[in-house]
Antibody, heavy 122, light 111 residues
Framework: QVQLVQSGAELKKPGSSVRVSCKTS????????INWVRRAPGQGLEWMGK????????HYALEFQDRVTITADKSTNTVYIELTSLRSEDSALYYC???????????????WGQGTLVTVSS | QSVLTQPPSVSGAPGQRVTISCTGS?????????VHWYQQLPGAVPKLLIY???NRPSGVPDRFSGSKSDTSASLAITGLQAEDEADYYC???????????FGGGTKVTVL
């Protein structure tokens, strides 16, 4: 059974950085693509980027490509997202999600982490 | 503003049928990219509801159905139940943005 377990809530100052982790189990880590999606209060879901651990290749949404880095540690089956230059609008629930194997043409997300609340406040 | 446009809210009485539209363009749905739908109950994690336009994952009731045509897609809920109160999102891919895109979300209220 696929499980994605994320790190705990973070409180950060504007201008600082945050790193959130997502540990996977029940899957062959290398064979999946892990994505990051966030939802700010009162807003909808927003895709931030993804990584293919086998290739260690990441791809980012245009909106975030200057501030986000997604990495993978194959030794611990853990994926990380780091967001820099934080501002209040980055306060949100951050989710990791695995792409479904049955969505071969257009990615879909069939397993999600529990979410990590990031609050940016002075 | 989302690339995929959804109505902010829809409502219906128990037992009724409601539909949620998802309107895109020729760089996403109209380009042939698949559409998926998610349900997010209050305080819960998003759940894949419909994948590849009109397929239901195991465990999703057949009250939920999806369709796609030209540059838009739709999610229909028949026999609306109180437990269906949630936010619903469509999702696809956009070739101009070279990334995954979500609709703005639709809040379904059961009257």
């Amino acid at each position: 059974q696929v499980q994605l377990v994320q790190s705990g809530a973070e409180l950060k100052k504007p201008g600082s950085s945050v790193r959130v982790s997502c540990k996977t189990s029940g899957v062959t880590f290398d064979s999946y693509t892990i994505n990051w999606v966030r939802r700010a209060p009162g807003q909808g879901l927003e895709w931030m980027g993804k990584i293919i651990p086998f290739l260690a290749v990441a791809h980012y949404a245009l909106e975030f490509q200057d501030r986000v880095t997604i990495t993978a540690d194959k030794s611990t089956n853990t994926v990380y997202i780091e967001l820099t230059s934080l501002r209040s609008e980055d306060s949100a629930l951050y989710y990791c999600a695995i792409e479904g194997r049955f969505c071969t043409s257009t990615s879909c997300f069939d397993s999600w982490g529990q979410g990590t609340l990031v609050t940016v406040s002075s | 503003q989302s690339v995929l446009t959804q109505p902010p809210s829809v409502s219906g009485a128990p037992g009724q049928r409601v539909t949620i539209s998802c309107t895109g363009s020729n760089s996403n749905i109209g380009a042939g990219y698949d559409v998926h739908w998610y349900q997010q109950l209050p305080g819960a994690v998003p759940k894949l509801l419909i994948y590849v336009n009109d397929n239901r994952p195991s465990g999703v009731p057949d009250r939920f159905s999806g369709s796609k045509s030209d540059t838009s897609a739709s999610l229909a809920i028949t026999g609306l139940q109180a437990e269906d109160e949630a936010d619903y999102y469509c999702q696809s891919y956009d070739s101009s943005l070279t990334g995954v895109i979500f609709g703005g979300g639709t809040k379904v209220t059961v009257l």
